[in-house]
Structure formats: structure tokens, C-alpha cells
């Protein structure tokens, strides 16, 4: 390939658009292009790499049995109704009206398209378990597509689905699957990434995990112990709340004019925030009726993602003043009638607490010593977010810091969900029919590409792993319109191409210096300069992008050293 | 691979839902699943079998510089509101709101997406031509999907785009791919297809072909001249009528009562219908106040392909009783004043016609003896349809015939229908800025798999290519239960694999009958048959799906002549 003729421009500037690195390098090299909020064109480079990532995916699902497929994009709205997901999903899933006013969605997730296939085609357990994949596109309509290919709205995404007779032999796959899903991110070229505890989200199901790439760019925070391994998606981090013990108090109703904030009516009443309870209140998503309010300690935040989970609705911030049992500021657990319409929720901070500060329900008016215990007879969930310093839930000694990632693929045990409401049964070998237990498991290919990019990059562009490079070489006389150089270039490029190395010949008319710099924000792991300087020594100059070795070779060893540096370096990533 | 791991049920009984051979067969194999009127999952044989056709594809675009790359499936409206697409192209385009109320659509073809990303980033004239292409999901929304993966509304599309600055050069390239694509379908296995001219369509540009395989199950009609190399698709094909002189009559207005049919009124006045000029009336589409009136020699019938190109418009059948300035059913062009919303259009076959019948524009009259030299002064243009048994167009001398056939790949001259549009401009080398001139070329790769298949099978089933099998082997041990049997089975099955052959084990309790039945159906080019009789001998049974020949074959010889049958059979497809 001649870089002449490489569609896509380098610039120098850092586009005004671009926050994170492996974004702005990807838009100054010419790699992608956006079209659309989140909807972005590969340029050739860049889908080059991706079709190398997708092979090691498709390679490592192949051996653990997996059957490739490909479901369709578009989706009758029928198929996503069996499940019950055309009406739990909200504005992410596009739906649109064909030709003939049928409802139809865009996949964004194939668990029903999977079990529609699986379904008719596997009878008996002997057949399980099965592994099903595909490779194919989604769309996703995010609400803030971020970030270049880490958050866009439409995304290649490698999606498997596993169906298994009984719970033990999903978990002995899931478990080999997260080893697999560890090789292909080592393959790859992906260095600091975890897995930890995650939230199956839409998914439904129970346990699940996620990989995260470790890195100040990412969006989501991790939670880890530093006394032992625990690591845990904040969304479900278990908060260990620190108790304290004191002498009870009698209840007494107090009057705390103009004082909102829970920081206000503390010090007002000489108390700190933890021997407070405070509501967070909020309204069902799509039912604006319904109330839900959160109570918990005064010093913590509710985690919505937590709460969510634990009412299994979406909720969204409300004040409640329409609410006619409540009174909205003042809102407290003692004596509250609250009607039909309203879910209480109690954080498990509270649960013990004595002699807390609490809403009167009644305006300007607040209780003072409440003892939970004592006082109110209620359940306790966990739908605390966690915070830096917090005890560590299951060594119970280390502390708890915080980290961020990018998460770069998921796992999830599904269990029967799909396969009960979709009504796929299997003969069992005792002649009983059974649900099949469904694990699933996806990797956005897009976004393993710009996660590593995010990871392998330096102030003057990127440094594409071996594995995935668009173009193993960067050949680049310095001056080809020489006849001898252009002759010497060619000859090397015609060797290695005929090596199966891939090359980028870089054929322009332009200074050794802005060559230099395109090559290193190219990021092509070798670079070969050829210049009449070593030419007279029958040498070329090989550099490394990735440690900027530089090593001076004879033109007809060109082609075995680079044959060994690309061996040594893939060595490195299996 | 285990094929009692395989999910995929095959079926004796021809499903209903069928008509053409290679959608009875997938389906009846277990290849295809239909989720949605034209919208299917391909399960893993045929996935296996597509991503073979896509590498090939891949390799060949690659070899003629293409540059891959991914265009979004969703696009914004913009861009094609920049071509004028987005009004211009019916219900065929999904069009829907995102989650702003953004007006979205779904890519049904990429000449906007591929002129968005080449034209910034190519700016002068000596980085043309480029070709970029992608392998990438479309969405059309068809108003009648028929057999099978032949003609589907959801499909995954090789779409190529070539800029060039002079016509030349696109010509030159042009050719260039068209030999590729014959080069491509022979290398899939495509034996009996022909390139024809063809209507280029919403895609506009003037000279196109379509590569056509010729079977009898196709939907396309291919006019053939019985002399020449002359082929065309019926919806191009020139219409050459032979004439025929007479003395000129007097035009005369005669009472026609309840004459209604071009036969009842000729055979009222002795005429015969190509003696007479009929008004064939159509509506424009989406604007049903416009008229158009197509005047035609009556033994012909209009073509409304080549009308709709002729006034590049499209139309629907309306019988005109609303406009006010014809007579419906009395319509002639002799003396008639239509209102400024009708548009009329004159077949060629009446250039030169004399003493014709035609209506009157007054309720039961019609007018004998027009002679349309003498009469009307009008200009005429090609609508007919082509008959069978027609004068060859370029020869003269032939006659046509037709033939069916089914289209599997297009390339198109589009000129700078999109570049202008678009606005996308490069500095030529006399320093005026230019649009350069495109060319478009496509593959369907799911229609090419099943137009294979159409021509690849017999009575008992599938006959796969040796360059697209999904495996190269069925391997059918008699009675794997058998240890003995089992431990050669095994044996083979592993040199087999290392040896980097595709091989699907038949390790199923069944009949051989029944073994036999479904290998034939699935249609792998090689089968080995493993039998406790065959073993006696040290011997396995090898045979040929396509051929049928047998041949025994020492164990430890499989493998050798398995990759010895394979390099012919990939031989003869080169």
C-alpha cells in the first residue's frame, strides 16, 4: 500500500472534539471519521486492525466449540414481546414501523434471537451445551455517545450465548469463558485490565463480571480492597457501613425553621450528618405516579443503580411535591403513612442506628432521637454507593480505593429468563422437559481497539501491538523520487510483501521530518528508513515504534530481522 | 466439530414456505432460519460458508488496491438529504427518529458515506484514483422478499466506490473490476452467468452492467440475441420495431360504440392492433395530480422501468378519469390539449406509423388514417418492451430471445452524480478545482451463496464448491459407538485437522441410511465413510458429492489424498 494513496488525512492539531488520548490520536491519524453523534466510518487502517482483532476473537471462540452465526439487525418486534424486553427497554432500543406499519428494532443484544434459533434446533440434552456467536453491528441509542469508539451508538460487537442442562455445567463454562476472555484481551495487546463484579443490567440473571482496562480515561469506577482481591463495578459494590454504639434517647419532634439541608438541621441540632437519615426521593420511570423514597444515613449517597436493582424499575429524580402523603422536605420514617403509590426503601446504614436526626412530616419540623431498632420495624437493603476508606465486604480488614476503566467485555450468567419466557425446552435424561440455562458474553470489538490504543500511545502518537496492526512495517525512504533509493525501497517492499508482512510504503515528497513524525503518530510497530547515507553502507535503519530502538541492518537481512522481531513480539502477546 | 453438537435440524419434508431449489435445500439442511419476512439467521454452516465467499471477495478487491473500510449501517439525514436520496428514494429506505428526533435511515447502499469520508481527505488529483470498499449490513425494505437469501430485505453487501479524475481512467478501472467480478464468481464455484447491460436506477450514472446466472428460477428477464454477443436486462434492452409503409389515408373521426379494448376497436374498424396507437396512463408517484400519458404502437407494451428513466420520475397505474383534459378510454394524440400537469411520451414505434387508429378524445370515437410524420410533430423515445423474436438492436440481423436469470453483482459508471452534489472537489494539475468521476460496484453475499447453491445440487441435496464448503469432510464412522471404529475415526479426524482441513464428524446414533441421506444433503464435497468391513482391509471409503466416484483408500493415505482431491478441486476454480 502506498500512503499517497491512503484515504485519510494526519493532522497535527488536536481536534477541539477529543478528549481522551486513543480519540484524538485516532482523529489526527485519519483512522476514523464521524458521521453522526457516536456513529463513526472506519477508515482503512483502522478497519484493518479491527478485522485482526476479530479473527483472535472468532479463533478463541472456535476453540472452546463456539458456532458462528449471524442474526439479523433488524428484528421483528414479536421475537423481543416473548421476552418482555420490547417494553423493559427504554429509548437505547430503536424502534421504527416498516413498509407494512409492522413494528421492527434494532438488536442491540441478540438473547432472543439466540434462543429463536437454538430453540427449534437442539432437542435433547445430549446436544448441550451448546455455544452460539456472531460478529455483526448494533446500535445502541446511548444519551451521551463519548470518547470516539469507547461510547458510540452504533458498534461491532462479538456476542455468544451458551445454553447447559444444569446450573454447574454454565458455571464450568462461564469460568472457561472468562479465561478466554482474558487470552483474547492479552492477544490483543491489552495490558492493565482486571475483571470484577459487575451489574447484569438489562440482562437479568446473577452473577456477572466484567473486564476493565485500568485507566484515568474510563468511565466507569472500579472499588477495590487493599488488603485483598476484591474488585467491584461501583454500580454494585457492597457498602460496609461502620457502626457506632450510644445510649438511647427519647423521641422528640423539634422545630428547625429554614433549615434544608441535612448539613443545616445537623448543625442546628449539634449533629454530624452519620446520626442523620435523610430521603432521596424519586419517581418510576414511565409512571410518574408511582414514588419511590430512598432513606439513608445522612452521610452517604444512594447508588441508583443499586436501588434500581433492588425495586426492579427505573427510577428518576423527583421531588415528590405532588405526593399528597408526603411533605416534601420533611420527610422522615417515624409515623409516615404513606399511600399505595409509594415504595419505602431502607439502606442497611440505618439499620441499628440510635438517636438519629430525622424529617417530622411536618413543615420546619424534625425528629430527634430515633432509634431504628427501637423506633420502626422495617427491611434493609444495600443501595449505598460506596466510598473511598469504606471496609473492604468481604476481608472485612482492608480498606476500600477507587479506580477508573473502560469496561472492555462482560460476562454474564443469565440463567433461564430467555429460555422460560421464550418457552425453549429441552428432553432431560430423566424424560422430564427443562428450561436450558443460558450464559452471555460480549466483547465490542471497536472499543477493544480504541481501549488498547488508549494503553499503547506516547506523546507523539500511537504504538499499535503486533497483533493488530494495521500494517506490521512503515517503510520510509527519504527520498523515493532517487532512482537508486526508489530501487532499493522497492526491492525491499516486494520482499517483504511476498513475506506476508504487511507494508506501508511511504512514497511522498514531503521532508524526512514530517515522515518521522506521521510515522510515529501512525503508530506501525517497524519502521524502516531507507536514506543514500546508509544506502552507502548497504544498510537500512530499523526502529522500533514501541522502545524507539534503533538498529542499523544490511538491506538483504532486512527481511529476516523483521521476520524475528515480529515472531519475538507475538511470542510476547500469547 | 460434532455434528450432534451442531445446532441446525435437517428435515426430510420440502417446507412449503419454498419454492427455488437452494432455499428448499438450506432450509431443509438447517442453514437458514427466517426470523422476519426477508430477514433470516444463518446459522453456523452458512456463516462458515459466507465468511469463505467474503475472504475471497476481500482478497480480490485488496489486489486491485482496495482499501476496506466500515460504513455505518444508521446515518444521519443529512447526508443524504446532501445527494437528495432522502426524498428521492420511496419506502424501500427505513427511515426513523433517534432518541433527539433526529431523522435517521438505514444504509441501503454507501454513495453518500463513501464521497463523506474520501472527500476530506483526498485533496489533490495525484492521490487518484482510489477505490475504498466495505463487507457491511444493509437494510432495504422490499416489498416482496422471495426465495430464501435471493431476494431479502436485511443483507450483507461487498460495496465498492472508485474516484477518478478523468473518464478514462474510470472506464479503464471500471473494466478492470469487471473482470474481478467474473474472476470472483468463477472462484465461488458460479458456473453458467453472463454480465448484461442494465438500468443503473436510483444509483443515476449512465453505462451499467449486471452479472447475471442464468437459471430458470431467476426473476430478472435477459434478452439474448440469437446472432450475437447482444445481452441485456429486458429493463434496458432497446426495442427495434420493424416498420412498415403504406399509401396515406384521410384522417377521419368515426363513432366507435362500446368498442373499449385496442382488439375490440380494431377489430371494429379491420385493423389489426399494429395498425393502431394506444394510451397507456400512469399517475407520478407521490404526486398524483401529475399525469403522464405514454403513447405506444398497439401490439406493444411499455416498459415501466425504461419510462420512469425516460422522464426520471417514477409512476403508478392511474386511469386518469380525473383529469379534466383527457378523455379517459378515448385518449389519442391527434388534436389533443392537455393541461400544463400531464406529461406525454411517444414510444418510438410510432415514429413514421401511417394510417393509424387512435382515440378520438371524445367518448366512443377514435380517429382512422393518422399518419404521424404528417399529423403530430413530437419526439420519440425507447418505452416498449422487448418481445421475444424482436431484431437484434446491435446487430440487426439476430433475433432476441430471452432467458431468467438471477443478478449477482452490479457495477456502475455514476459520473459525478454524487460528487457535485456533495460538493467533494480535488485540485486537479492545471489548478482548477474538479468533482472527480465515480464508479460503484456491488456484491450481495448472501444472494451469491444461495445463487451457488441454485446451481449446485441435485435430487438428494446440496453440492458445495470446494472454495466455500463450510467443511471440507464429512467424516461418517458406521458405528462410532464401536471402540475400534471409534480410535480410526478419532485418528483421522485429528490428521485431518492438523492438516489444516475443515472436518464435521457424523458421531451420531443413527441408521447409515439415514447418515448417507443427510450427508448428500448438506452437500460437503468429501466424504469418508469408516466402516468395521472397510477397516478389515486397513481401508476407508472416500467419495465425491459432486461426482460420486468412490475410491477405497488406505488409512494412512487419507490425508494426502484428501488435500491432494482438495488442491484439483480449488485448481479448477482459479
Known amino acids: ?159 455468544a450465548y451458551s445454553f447447559h442442562i444444569t446450573k454447574e455445567d454454565l458455571e464450568q463454562f462461564y469460568y472457561k469463558m472468562y479465561e478466554v476472555y482474558e487470552r483474547i484481551f492479552r492477544r490483543i495487546g491489552m495490558k492493565n485490565f482486571v475483571s470484577v463484579e459487575s451489574d447484569s443490567g438489562m440482562m437479568g440473571g446473577n452473577v456477572s463480571h466484567e473486564f476493565m ?92 443503580t443499586k436501588l434500581c436493582k433492588e425495586i426492579q424499575k427505573e427510577v428518576v429524580a423527583n421531588d415528590l411535591t405532588d405526593n399528597k402523603s408526603l411533605v416534601a422536605g420533611f420527610i422522615g420514617p417515624y409515623q409516615l403513612n404513606v399511600d399505595k403509590n409509594t415504595i419505602l426503601v431502607f439502606d442497611k446504614s440505618l439499620k441499628g442506628l440510635k438517636n438519629v436526626v430525622c424529617g417530622g412530616n411536618k413543615t420546619d419540623y424534625h425528629y430527634t432521637g430515633i432509634s431504628f431498632e427501637r423506633d420502626l420495624n422495617v427491611q434493609y437493603c444495600d443501595i449505598a454507593n460506596v466510598e473511598e476508606g469504606m471496609v473492604c465486604p468481604v476481608c472485612g480488614k482492608g480498606h476500600l480505593y477507587f479506580n477508573r476503566g473502560i469496561e472492555i467485555g462482560n460476562i454474564f450468567q443469565l440463567g433461564t429468563k430467555y429460555t422460560q419466557s421464550m418457552n425453549m425446552k429441552v428432553h432431560s435424561n430423566n424424560g422430564e422437559d427443562i428450561y436450558p440455562i443460558m450464559g452471555c458474553y460480549g466483547i465490542g470489538v471497536g472499543r477493544a481497539l480504541a481501549s488498547v490504543l488508549e494503553e499503547n500511545s506516547d506523546e507523539n502518537g500511537l504504538i499499535f501491538p503486533m497483533s493488530i496492526t494495521p500494517w506490521h512495517v512503515y517503510l520510509c525512504p527519504l527520498r523515493y523520487q532517487d532512482k537508486v533509493i526508489q ?81 519475538q513480539e507475538m511470542a510476547k502477546l500469547n
Chains 1, 2 share one sequence.
Open 213 to 304: 482496562l485500568l485507566t484515568p480515561a474510563g468511565e466507569d469506577t472500579i472499588v477495590l480492597c487493599d488488603k485483598c482481591s476484591y474488585r467491584a463495578n461501583r454500580e454494585v459494590a457492597n457498602a460496609v457501613v461502620e457502626s457506632y454504639d450510644d445510649n438511647e434517647e427519647k423521641i422528640k419532634l423539634v422545630n428547625t425553621p429554614n433549615k434544608k439541608t441535612i448539613e443545616e438541621v445537623c448543625a442546628f441540632l449539634n449533629k454530624t450528618p452519620k446520626q442523620s437519615c435523610k430521603a432521596v426521593c424519586y419517581a418510576i420511570k414511565g409512571d410518574e405516579n408511582k414514588s419511590v423514597v430512598a432513606f439513608i444515613r445522612g452521610d452517604l449517597e444512594v447508588n441508583e
Open 487 to 567: 530501487k532499493a525501497t522497492d526491492k525491499i517492499y516486494n520482499k517483504l510483501t511476498n513475506a506476508n508482512i504487511d507494508v506501508i510504503l511511504d512514497d511522498r515528497e514531503v521532508s524526512p521530518g514530517n515522515k518521522f513524525a506521521e510515522s510515529e503518530l501512525m503508530g506501525m510497530p517497524i519502521r524502516i528508513v531507507v536514506s543514500s547515507r546508509s544506502l552507502a553502507n548497504g544498510e537500512v535503519e530499523v526502529t522500533l515504534r514501541a522502545s524507539g530502538e534503533k538498529i542499523m541492518v544490511k538491506t538483504n537481512e532486512v527481511v529476516s530481522m523483521v521476520k524475528n522481531i515480529i515472531k
Open 1 to 159: 500500500m502506498l500512503l499517497s494513496n491512503l484515504v485519510g488525512q494526519r493532522v497535527k492539531q488536536t481536534p477541539n472534539t477529543a478528549q481522551i488520548k486513543s480519540h484524538i490520536l485516532m482523529l489526527r491519524a485519519g483512522y476514523i471519521k464521524q458521521i453522526s453523534s457516536g456513529i463513526y466510518t472506519l477508515l482503512s487502517p483502522a478497519k484493518k486492525s479491527v478485522n485482526k482483532i476479530e479473527n483472535i476473537i472468532r479463533e478463541e471462540m472456535d476453540k472452546i466449540g463456539g458456532q458462528e452465526m449471524l442474526f439479523p439487525v433488524v428484528m421483528p418486534r414479536e421475537l423481543w414481546d416473548e421476552s418482555g424486553r420490547y417494553s423493559s427497554i427504554g429509548d437505547e432500543m430503536v424502534r421504527f414501523k416498516d413498509r407494512n406499519s409492522h413494528d421492527m428494532v434494532l438488536g442491540m443484544t441478540h438473547e432472543e434471537a439466540a434462543v429463536n434459533v437454538v430453540k427449534n434446533n437442539i432437542l435433547s440434552y445430549d446436544q448441550l451445551p451448546v455455544m452460539v456467536y456472531q460478529i455483526q453491528t448494533k446500535f445502541r441509542d446511548e444519551a451521551r455517545p463519548r470518547a470516539g469508539l469507547i461510547r458510540v451508538r452504533e458498534f461491532t460487537m462479538k456476542d
